[in-house]
């Protein structure tokens, strides 16, 4: 298994472009999330899915938007990027239900700058 | 909401030695998990441990023990044995027992330094 795989690593943006970071997992996960992590900083939940055709906002959803067609996806779009958005985006993974449904799986994560 | 604290942004440790990082949270949950991650310079996140708040055994996992208090909603991990490897920045979290919720917080973090 791969895991949680995230596309791209590294990214610079000039304000007011948009662009879309994507998520793949292959550990059949009904539930996935993105987080960003300013600097220096813990984790803060942007938008999570608990299964295909189902997403929720987050902490910080503002700027963002997501779609969850199928299982193994999770794109996140930054539409209108901006110098507030420079941050390093994580998606995860994790089961609904059963003995290791509470553990989240990360990705790599993706380093964006919007300049 | 609930909220997580890590109130040692820093901490260093020498080689071989034993180091704790400290977090509490804030809950009116009673079906509850927690976690500690691992962040290395490479970003990713990697889980250290977990513990769920029904067990009153505190988890271990080979050189990673928690210290976990309920009552005081305080979660400590314990490294032992420092090692190189361990430098990195430490996460703690905390996720509902709310199978439908699905979100975790996370607290702001700790750097951990390991002289050789």
């Known amino acids: 298994n791969a895991g949680v795989t995230q596309t791209p690593k590294f990214r610079i943006l000039k304000i007011g472009q948009s662009m879309t970071l994507q998520c793949t997992q292959d550990m059949n996960h009904n539930y996935m999330y993105w987080y960003r992590q300013d600097p220096g900083m813990g984790l803060k939940l942007i938008y999570y899915?608990?299964?295909?055709?189902?997403?929720d906002k987050g902490e910080v959803p503002n700027g963002y938007n997501v779609s969850r067609s199928t299982t193994e996806d999770f794109p996140l779009r930054l539409e209108l990027a901006a110098p507030s958005q420079t941050s390093v985006y994580f998606c995860a993974s994790s089961y609904s239900m059963g003995v290791g449904q509470e553990t989240q799986y990360f990705g790599p994560g993706t380093r964006l700058l919007v300049l | 909401a609930q909220t997580v604290t890590q109130s040692q942004p820093e901490m260093s440790v020498q080689e071989a030695e034993t180091v704790t990082l400290s977090c509490t949270y804030d809950?009116?949950?009673?079906?509850?998990?927690l976690f500690w991650y691992k962040q290395p310079p490479s970003r990713q996140m990697i889980l250290v441990i977990r513990q769920e708040a029904y067990k009153q055994q505190n988890a271990t996992e080979n050189r990673f023990s928690v210290n976990f208090q309920k009552a005081a909603k305080s979660f400590s991990l314990k490294i032992s044995d420092s090692q190189l490897g361990d430098a990195a920045m430490y996460f703690c979290?905390?996720?509902?027992?709310?199978?439908?919720?699905?979100?975790?917080?996370f607290g702001d973090g700790t750097t951990l330094t390991v002289k050789p």
């Open positions: 899915s608990v299964g295909a055709g189902i997403t």
């Open positions: 809950t009116s949950e009673s079906d509850y998990y």
């Open positions: 979290a905390y996720r509902t027992g709310n199978t439908n919720a699905g979100k975790s917080t």
